[in-house]
C-alpha cells in the first residue's frame, strides 16, 4: 500500500486500470462493501465512444472511492455513509458534503461575506460563499436547502443497494458543456459531465479539412500550414493550423516613417512608426512654422490666429495679427490651482501657476485626532496607531492615523486544518479555516489500484483490494517451491514449509519456515477492533532460528567427577556442582574454599592472616596475609622502661629480642639515679639506676630535721637513727606521713610547756590575741641582730588556731601540687602510648611499601 500526497487542484488524473472492472467479477463481494457500479454507469456512453477522458477517468476514480468505503466529507472528515443526505458541487470539482455541513458552511461563509460589505460601506445584499474544496463563488440564494441526487432532478432520492448512493440511477440528461445540443449519456453521476462522445462533421481551425469528430472534440488541428491571410493583407500565416487567432506578421522589410524622411528595416507588423525628426514646415501664415512630431498630411493653420485671449483667458482679443504677443490683462490670474479649492493670487501671467499651494489653513489629520494649521499643500498625519480589530477579528490594525478604512490582516493564519497535518495557508480570518485542499492517493502495493480521500482521513481508509500477483519475491530458502499470491497491503504471507536448516552443532531445525522475509509495505491505521485470541506460533517470520533445542549431556564448570548434567544443545551455559574447588590457593599452605566454579577462573585470594612463627621468635604475629615466602623481620616497636621507672624506652622488636638477658638490662638502664622511694622513709633510692629492690634501705644516711611536739626544739638526725627511733618507740616509720617525719622524737624543754599552757588558756576562753601594731622602727642604733631575735620571739606567740589554718593550707596547696603531678604523669604515659601507636602505624606502612603483597 502507499500514499501519495497531492494538491487537490492540481492531482493527475488516474489511469483505468483492468484491474478496476476484473477485480469485481473474479473476486466475491463480501457484505460490507459496496457493489461495482462502473460497468452500468458508463455502459450507454461506452458503446458510443471507447476514448478515455480526464472528465471520465475522475469520475471512475471517484467511483473506486465510493466503491471502497473512502469517501468522506471535507468539512467534518467523517465517513459519508449511502443513507446520509448530501451535496455536491455542481461545478469543476468532485467534491461531496453532508447536506447539514455545507449548509453550516455556506451561512458561515455568507454572514462573514457581508459583514465585511458593511464595514466598507458596500451593498451586503452581494453575500457569496464558496465551495470548500474548489472555491467556485455561489450566491447567498444557492444556499443548498434540500437533498438532491447528482443530477438533480429527483429530491431525496431512495437509497437503494443497487445503485449508486446518491444517485437517482436514470440518465443524467444534463446539457453538456460549450453549448453542443447534446445532452450527458451517464446515469446519475458527481461532478461535470464528460465531452459530448457524438460523432459530427467538422473543419480544423484553418479551415482547410473537413474530417468527422466526436463532439467534444470536433475542435482540432489538421497539422498542416494555416496559410490565413494576415492583417497587413500582404503575407499568409505560417504557422501550423492553430486556434485562435493569428500571429503577427513577423516578415522583415525596409519601411519610411510617416513623414517619409527616415527609412528603417522592421518587421511588418511594426512597420507604421513615427520618427524623431520635427517636421518644421511653414505654415498658411507664412510666419510660424510646424511645431508637430513626424505625421501624415497637411500641417494644418496657424495656431496663433483668430479669437486670441490673455494669458489668464479673461480678456479677449479679436483680429490680433499671429506674430504679436498678447499683452497680459493685468488683473489676478484667479486659476485653480492643484489643490483643487483655492486660486492663484499673482497677477495674469505666462506659463503655469505654482506647483504647491501656500495658503495656511487649519487640516485635521485622517483620523480625527489631530487639528492643526499647515500650508494646504501639506498632508497633517498624527503619530496615534489605529487599535480597531481588522476583519479577521484577532489583531488590531495598528496603522499611523488611520481613517477607518482598515485593511485586510496580512499574516498568516496558521491554525492547525481538521486534518491535523497541515497549516492554514490563508490570510487571517474569521469563522472556520477552509477545509485541507491537499488530496491522499491510496492505492496498492503494486498501484494499479488506487483512489483519491481527502488529507486527514488516510488514517481510516483501507486500501483497495487488487487481484493482481504480488511482485514481492520471498526471500527463504523455499521461494522456488512457494506458491504465488495476490497483491495486498502489509507483510507477505509466512511460508509454511519445515525450515530444515542445520545448526553449527549438526542437528536441524525442525520448525515452520522463519528464514528472511521482504519488508513490509506501509499499512493503514484502522480503528481498533474486537481483541482476537493471540495464538503462540511455533516460529516468527522473519526472525534467525531459533537456539538448538536438542539435550546433550554437559559436565560442571570444575570438571568434577560424577556430575554431568542433561542441558539444551543450544545453552552454552555451564553450571557448578555443590562441591567445593579443592584446588590448592597460590599461598601454598590452603586449599580453595569456594564452591565449584570455572578452571580458568582464579581461585579466591587467602585471606587468613599469617600463621608461621616468626624467626628469631617475637610474640608479634605477621601483619602480612597468608604467604609461601618467609615471614618479613619484625619492625614493631616495643616500650620498656627503665628500671626505676623514671623513663620508657623505645625498641624494636627484632633488634630487642636478639639481645641477651644481661644486654636487655644494660639496655633498660636510664644511667642516672634511681627514682624510687626507699620503703621505711620519705628519701629516694642513692643508687644507680638498678634491677630489683633498693639495696639497704635502712642505712639512709640522709639528715632528717628532728623536732619535738611543739616544733620548737629542732635537731638533725641521720635517717637512720630516725627509723630506729620509731622502732624503738613500737612505731613503723611507713606509717608517717612526710610532713611528720622527724616530729615527736624530741621532748619539749621548760619554755616549750608554758607556751603550751598559754596556747590552752587561749583556747579556753576562745578569744582570739590581737597582735599589737608595730610601731614603725625609728630607732636606728638599734642592732641588726637585736631586731631579728625580737621578730623570732613575736612568731612565736601564734595562736593554735591559726597554726591549724596554716596547716590546712598547706596541706590544700600540696594536693594540688600531687594532683597535677599525677594528670601530668598520667597524660604523659598516655602520650607516649600514642606516639608509639603512631610509629606500629608507620612502620607497618612502611613494612607494606617495602614488602607489597602478592
Known amino acids: 500500500m502507499s500514499i501519495t500526497t497531492t494538491v487537490a487542484r492540481h492531482h493527475p488524473p488516474p489511469s483505468l486500470s483492468d484491474s478496476d472492472s476484473s477485480d469485481s467479477d473474479s473476486t466475491t463481494q463480501k457484505p460490507h462493501h459496496h457493489t461495482d457500479f462502473s460497468n452500468t454507469i458508463f455502459q450507454s456512453y461506452l458503446q ?22 473512502a469517501l468522506s466529507c471535507l468539512i467534518c472528515l467523517e465517513r459519508i455513509r449511502p443513507t446520509d443526505p448530501t451535496w455536491s458541487c455542481s461545478s469543476r470539482c468532485f467534491a461531496v458534503f453532508h447536506l447539514l455541513c455545507i449548509q453550516s458552511w455556506a451561512r458561515q461563509s455568507s454572514d462573514l461575506s457581508s459583514l465585511r460589505a458593511s464595514t466598507r460601506g458596500a451593498d451586503a445584499q452581494t453575500a457569496t460563499w464558496n465551495c470548500p474544496k474548489c472555491r467556485i463563488e455561489f450566491p447567498k440564494t444557492l444556499i443548498p436547502k434540500s437533498y438532491y441526487c447528482f443530477c438533480g432532478k429527483v429530491e431525496n432520492p431512495v437509497h437503494d443497494p443497487w445503485v449508486l448512493p446518491h444517485s437517482c440511477g436514470e440518465i443524467c440528461d444534463r446539457p453538456l458543456k460549450y453549448d453542443c445540443g447534446h445532452k450527458c449519456l451517464l446515469l446519475c453521476h458527481p461532478g461535470p459531465c464528460p465531452a459530448c462522445p457524438k460523432l459530427v462533421k467538422a473543419r480544423c481551425f484553418c479551415g482547410g479539412v473537413v474530417d468527422t469528430k466526436r463532439c467534444g472534440f470536433k475542435e482540432f488541428s489538421c497539422r498542416k500550414t494555416c496559410s490565413k491571410l494576415l492583417d497587413c493583407n500582404v503575407h499568409c500565416c505560417g504557422e501550423i493550423c492553430h486556434e485562435g487567432e493569428c500571429p503577427p506578421c513577423r516578415a522583415r522589410g525596409v519601411y519610411a516613417c510617416r513623414c517619409r524622411k527616415v527609412e528603417l528595416e522592421r518587421e511588418c507588423c511594426e512597420r507604421e512608426f513615427r520618427c524623431e525628426v520635427p517636421c518644421e514646415k511653414m505654415l498658411g501664415c507664412g510666419k510660424h512654422v510646424c511645431d508637430k512630431g513626424c505625421h501624415e498630411g497637411e500641417c494644418g493653420d496657424c495656431p496663433l490666429q483668430g479669437r486670441r485671449t490673455c494669458p489668464c483667458g479673461k480678456r479677449v482679443y479679436e483680429g490680433m ?166 497483491c495486498h497491503y502489509g507483510a507477505c504471507p509466512p511460508c509454511r514449509l519445515v525450515c530444515d536448516e542445520e545448526y553449527p552443532c549438526g542437528h536441524k531445525c525442525k520448525l515452520r519456515c522463519h528464514g528472511p522475509i521482504p519488508p513490509p509495505n506501509p499499512e493503514f491505521t484502522l480503528k481498533p477492533k474486537k481483541k482476537k485470541q493471540n495464538y503462540h506460533n511455533d516460529s516468527t517470520p522473519g526472525s534467525a532460528c531459533p537456539p538448538c533445542p536438542e539435550l546433550v549431556w554437559r559436565p560442571c564448570v570444575g570438571e568434577h567427577i560424577g556430575a554431568e548434567r542433561m542441558m539444551v544443545c543450544s545453552n552454552k551455559a555451564r553450571f557448578s556442582c555443590d562441591n567445593y574447588c579443592g584446588n590448592l590457593l597460590p599461598c601454598g599452605n590452603h586449599f580453595c574454599t569456594k564452591t565449584c566454579h570455572d578452571l580458568k577462573i582464579r581461585c579466591e585470594e587467602c585471606n587468613l592472616p599469617c600463621q608461621r612463627e616468626r624467626k628469631p621468635s617475637c610474640p608479634h604475629s605477621c601483619p602480612l596475609r597468608c604467604h609461601p615466602e618467609d615471614c618479613p623481620p619484625c619492625k614493631v616497636l616495643i616500650k620498656r622502661s627503665c628500671h626505676c621507672g623514671a623513663m620508657v624506652h623505645v625498641f624494636e622488636c627484632l633488634y630487642y629480642n636478639s639481645l641477651s638477658e644481661k644486654e636487655q638490662v644494660a639496655v633498660r638502664s636510664c644511667g642516672g639515679p634511681c627514682h624510687r622511694k626507699l620503703p621505711n622513709c620519705t628519701h629516694l633510692c642513692p643508687e644507680t639506676c638498678h634491677v630489683g629492690q633498693c639495696p639497704s634501705p635502712e642505712k639512709c644516711s640522709k639528715k632528717v630535721v628532728v623536732r619535738c611536739k611543739c616544733q620548737t626544739v629542732k635537731k638533725d638526725w641521720p635517717c637512720h637513727q630516725v627509723q630506729a627511733a620509731y622502732h624503738n618507740s613500737g612505731r613503723d616509720p611507713k606509717d608517717i606521713t612526710k610532713n611528720q617525719f622527724g616530729i615527736g622524737l624530741l621532748s619539749c624543754i621548760s619554755d616549750c610547756k608554758s607556751k603550751v599552757k598559754a596556747d590552752e588558756s587561749d583556747l579556753h576562753l576562745r578569744k582570739s590575741v590581737v597582735p599589737e601594731k608595730k610601731e614603725p622602727d625609728v630607732e636606728n642604733h638599734v642592732r641588726k641582730r637585736k631586731r631579728r631575735k625580737d621578730k623570732v620571739q613575736h612568731d612565736y606567740q601564734v595562736s593554735t588556731f591559726q597554726k591549724i589554718m596554716g596547716i590546712l593550707r598547706k596541706l590544700l596547696l600540696l594536693v594540688i601540687i600531687l594532683v597535677s603531678l599525677i594528670a601530668m604523669a598520667y597524660f604523659g604515659y598516655k602520650g607516649l602510648l600514642w606516639l608509639n601507636d603512631w610509629m606500629n602505624e608507620m612502620e607497618i606502612q612502611r613494612q607494606k611499601k617495602r614488602y607489597p603483597r602478592i
Open 321 to 486: 495679427a499671429c506674430d504679436v504677443v498678447v499683452p497680459s490683462c493685468g488683473g489676478t490670474c484667479d486659476k485653480k490651482l492643484q489643490c483643487g479649492i483655492h486660486r492663484c493670487p499673482e497677477r495674469c501671467h505666462r506659463g503655469s501657476c505654482v506647483e504647491t499651494c501656500r495658503i495656511v489653513i487649519t487640516k485635521s489629520c485622517k483620523c480625527g485626532s489631530l487639528k492643526k494649521q499647515v500650508p494646504c499643500y501639506q498632508d497633517v498625519v498624527c503619530e496615534r496607531k489605529c487599535q480597531r480589530v481588522r476583519d479577521c477579528g484577532r489583531h488590531a490594525c495598528k496603522r499611523k492615523c488611520c481613517d477607518g478604512d482598515c485593511p485586510p490582516c496580512s499574516e498568516i493564519c496558521d491554525k492547525k486544518l481538521r486534518c491535523k497535518n497541515h497549516k492554514c495557508p490563508s490570510p487571517c480570518h474569521r469563522g472556520a479555516c477552509a477545509p485541507c485542499p491537499v488530496m491522499v492517493t491510496i492505492s496498492c502495493f503494486c498501484g494499479e489500484t488506487h483512489f483519491e480521500v481527502p488529507c486527514g482521513t488516510e488514517k481510516e481508509q483501507k486500501p483497495p483490494k487488487c487481484s493482481k500477483r504480488c511482485h514481492i519475491a520471498p526471500l527463504c530458502r523455499h521461494k522456488s517451491i512457494t506458491k504465488p499470491h495476490k
Open 48 to 69: 458510443i465512444s471507447n476514448l478515455d477522458h480526464p472528465d471520465l477517468t475522475k469520475i471512475q476514480s471517484f467511483l473506486t472511492s465510493s466503491r471502497a468505503g
